[in-house]
C-alpha cells in the first residue's frame, strides 16, 4: 500500500490546524497575523448637543478587539472632547426616527440636551441600548445605566 502526497499534505494541514485551535498563544498570532489591528468608522454623525451646547462629530470606530466613540468638538481644529470605550462585543442597529441606524443623537429626556445613542449586542447576543449623556459642567460625557 502506497501513500499518496496528497494525503501527506492534507494530514500536515488538518495536524496544524489542530495545533492552532488547541493552542490559544498559537492562535492569538496567527489572528495578530491575519487580522490587523485597524480602525475602522462604522458610524459617524454630527450635531449640536443643546441649544447653546457644542457643535460636535460622534465616531463610532471599531478595533480588531473593541468598540470606541470618540467625541470632537466641531470647531477648525477638531478637539478630541472625550474617547468612549463601549465594552459590548458586537454592533447593532436600530429604528429610529423613521431609519435604521447605529448611532444617533436624541433628547430622550426632553431636557434640551441630546443624548448618544448606540446600540450593541453583548457577548452572549442580548440587545444593549447605550446611552451616554452630556453632563456641561464636566464637558464630558456619562453613560446612564437602568440602576
Same mark, same amino acid.
Given at each position: 500500500?502506497?501513500?499518496?502526497? =496528497?494525503?501527506?499534505? =492534507?494530514?500536515?494541514? %488538518?495536524?496544524?490546524?489542530?495545533?492552532? #485551535?488547541?493552542?490559544?498563544?498559537?492562535?492569538?498570532? #496567527?489572528?495578530?497575523?491575519?487580522?490587523?489591528?485597524?480602525? %475602522?468608522?462604522?458610524?459617524?454623525?454630527? $450635531?449640536?448637543? %443643546?441649544?447653546? $451646547?457644542?457643535?460636535?462629530?460622534?465616531?463610532?470606530?471599531?478595533?480588531?478587539?473593541?468598540?470606541?466613540?470618540?467625541?470632537?468638538?466641531?470647531?477648525?481644529?477638531?478637539?478630541?472632547?472625550?474617547?468612549?470605550?463601549?465594552?459590548?462585543?458586537?454592533?447593532?442597529?436600530?429604528?429610529?426616527?423613521?431609519?435604521?441606524?447605529? =448611532?444617533?443623537?436624541?433628547?430622550?429626556?426632553?431636557? $434640551? #440636551?441630546?443624548?448618544?445613542?448606540?446600540?450593541?449586542?453583548?457577548?452572549?447576543? #442580548?440587545?444593549?441600548?447605550?446611552?451616554?449623556?452630556?453632563? %456641561?459642567s464636566l464637558q464630558s460625557f456619562d453613560k446612564l445605566t437602568s440602576e
Open positions: 500500500m502506497t501513500i499518496r502526497p =496528497l494525503t501527506i499534505i =492534507l494530514t500536515i494541514i %488538518s495536524l496544524t490546524l489542530i495545533l492552532i #485551535v488547541a493552542i490559544p498563544q498559537v492562535r492569538m498570532k #496567527v489572528r495578530d497575523f491575519l487580522i490587523p489591528d485597524k480602525r %475602522s468608522l462604522v458610524a459617524k454623525i454630527n $450635531g449640536r448637543l %443643546s441649544s447653546d $451646547g457644542p457643535s460636535v462629530i460622534i465616531l463610532k470606530i471599531k478595533t480588531r478587539d473593541q468598540y470606541f466613540l470618540e467625541i470632537y468638538k466641531a470647531n477648525e481644529n477638531l478637539e478630541l472632547m472625550q474617547r468612549i470605550a463601549i465594552e459590548e462585543a458586537l454592533d447593532g442597529r436600530f429604528y429610529f426616527q423613521g431609519r435604521y441606524t447605529n =448611532l444617533a443623537l436624541a433628547d430622550l429626556d426632553t431636557d $434640551g #440636551v441630546y443624548e448618544i445613542v448606540t446600540p450593541m449586542y453583548d457577548k452572549n447576543s #442580548v440587545p444593549r441600548l447605550l446611552i451616554f449623556k452630556y453632563n %456641561s
